[in-house]
């Protein structure tokens, strides 16, 4: 009995540390000293529980920040990071009824349009600049995957952000 409690509890509780709902915090924060762009976090309308743009660091699940949030302030640390995730074709399905149902490109762009292109490439990229909330917690927001200036903080205006300074 005792074992399969400790099994029960491992299996668990290392499982919800990939769920956590709160951002990590930054150790030696200093907000007020620190420098960059410097955003405040909207009020959400009411039919939006969560911020979309906004996720938690350490969730495997990019789950985002809470409306409970509403009203803080932040600062963009300046660093961006950009996570490109393997195209599927043909050849890496996992399994023979999704091979007959999927189109392949090769890799190549030969049979895809301009648009079809820029689709597939936004889905495969996803690009995030850290920020560090007032209360020293660590977020990432989301930005264009396609834009060619990713230091540029007027990629980060949405509804739910508002860029002060």
Request: aromatic share 12%.
């Amino acid at each position: 009995m005792y074992r399969l409690f400790i099994l029960a509890f491992l299996l668990v509780g290392c499982g919800s540390l990939n769920f956590r709902t709160a951002p990590l915090i930054m150790d030696n924060c200093q907000y007020q000293n620190r420098s960059g762009v410097e955003f405040k976090l909207n009020q959400l309308e009411s039919n939006f529980t969560q911020y979309p743009h906004i996720y938690l660091s350490q969730s495997r699940a990019s789950r985002h920040l809470p409306m409970s949030y509403a009203g803080l302030k932040g600062k963009l640390t300046g660093q961006t990071f950009e996570r490109d995730y393997p195209k599927e074709t043909f050849w890496r399905s996992t399994n023979i009824f999704e091979k007959a149902s999927m189109y392949d490109d090769g890799y190549d762009d030969l049979y895809i349009s301009a648009k079809q292109k820029e689709e597939r490439d936004r889905k495969a990229k996803f690009v995030v600049k850290e920020a560090v909330l007032e209360t020293c917690q660590i977020v990432y927001i989301s930005i264009d995957s396609l834009a060619k200036d990713s230091d540029n903080s007027s990629l980060i205006k949405f509804n739910d952000l508002s860029i002060i300074n």
